[in-house]
């Protein structure tokens, strides 16, 4: 009963038009950082895999990228994948391929926010860090998708490959945290679909 009573005490409700104010104003903080960036051009890689790139000109070739000089886009379908789906949006207009960018860093910020907010309403951390946990997550989170060391993964368009893994990483993790939460264990939340398909990719 008293390990209850301390959990209602060091842990601070939040509201789901909590959670929907924070989720928005970090959006806000994305936007004003990065709203300029929609038409910056092709640079560097970009020309080599997306507007010389024919495999992402047609469906059947999305996944197969043929590439021969090391290209980034080379011997990575996913990432032709969704250079493809950006083609078919807006061709080789810029616009959509630093919106899905800006997209894949928003998401991983909420990420961020999630993993840091749970970790620290762990029990080892509750009692110190509990009743800050959601103020403290955001913040973190608020930095990090602000930051300028994050700049050149956002504008520069093929440079998404150094992102995308360390974002399903944080996606598995906080995925593992929330199942490990609701009373689950460490094998069993690893064998959960949604955390394999997130390690896979």
Not at 97 to 105: D, P, Q, S
Not at 107 to 135: D, S
Not at 140 to 145: G, N
């Amino acid at each position: 009963m008293a390990r209850f009573q301390n959990k209602q005490v060091t842990q601070a409700a939040v509201t789901k038009q909590q959670m929907l104010l924070a989720t928005a104003a970090l959006l806000v903080i994305v936007l004003a950082a990065y709203g300029n960036t929609f038409h910056c051009p092709f640079i560097f890689d970009d020309v080599y895999s997306i507007e010389d790139n024919m495999s992402i000109r047609e469906w059947r070739t999305a996944l197969t990228p043929d590439l021969k000089i090391g290209e980034t886009a080379s011997g990575r379908p996913v990432l032709n994948l969704t250079l493809a789906i950006n083609y078919k949006i807006s061709g080789l207009d810029v616009w959509s391929y630093h919106a899905g960018n800006l997209l894949i860093h928003f998401l991983a910020g909420l990420a961020l926010f999630g993993v840091v907010r749970r970790t620290l309403l762990l029990p080892a951390l509750r009692e110190r860090f509990g009743q800050n946990a959601f103020m403290l997550g955001w913040l973190v989170a608020a930095i990090w998708l602000a930051h300028p060391l994050a700049t050149e993964s956002v504008t520069y368009i093929t440079d998404v490959t150094r992102r995308v893994g360390p974002d399903f990483v944080s996606g598995r993790e906080l995925l593992c945290g929330l199942l490990r939460m609701r009373g689950l264990t460490q094998g069993q939340a690893l064998q959960n679909p949604a955390v394999r398909v997130t390690s896979v990719i």
